[in-house]
Each structure stands twice: as C-alpha cells, then as structure tokens.
C-alpha cells in the first residue's frame, strides 16, 4: 500500500535544498516521491533504484530495469535520493 499523505509535521513543507540539489551523471539513485510535489511517473518504479544518464532542463534522465527491459524515465530531483 502506498503513502499518500504527508505525516504532520511534514506538511506543507518543501526543503528548498531537496529541490535545488545538485546530482552528478552517472551517479546512483533510488526513487522517492516527494508528496509535496507532482510526480509525472508511474508509482509502480516508487523504491527502485537506478543510474543517472544526465538531464534535461531542471529534471534529470534515470535509467531503470524494469523487469527484463532497461527503461528511462524523466525525473525531477526531489524525488532522487543519492545511495
């Protein structure tokens, strides 16, 4: 079952540093959605893993395996947390 609301004193926060962080190509990442901000992605790759190929405008490129297949999705990095 997946979250979908904010615990208490998270809400209507956005850490400003979450949203501006910088993450490096070819860096590992895993998917967090961030509540507090739309995520343009299907949940069911919510906690995957994945590699950085690099980005496009704010947002960045994230290469996936989903199941057999090596996917890439378009992501913003709030929702990337750095492994």
């Known amino acids: ?9 998270e809400k ?8 501006f962080k910088k993450i490096d190509d070819d860096a590992k990442v895993a998917i967090v959605t961030d509540l507090g901000v739309r995520a343009a992605f299907p949940k069911r ?3 995957m893993s994945g590699k950085v ?5 704010k947002f960045k490129i ?3 395996k ?3 297949k090596m996917k890439t999705f378009i992501i913003h990095p709030v929702h990337l947390k750095l492994l």
Do not use: C, E, P
């Open 62 to 64: 994230v290469q996936i």
């Open 12 to 19: 209507g926060k956005l850490k400003l540093s979450s949203y």
């Open 45 to 47: 790759i919510k906690g």
């Open 1 to 9: 079952m997946a979250r979908q609301r904010k615990k208490v004193r």
């Open 66 to 68: 989903d199941g057999n």
């Open 53 to 57: 190929l690099g980005s496009r405008g």
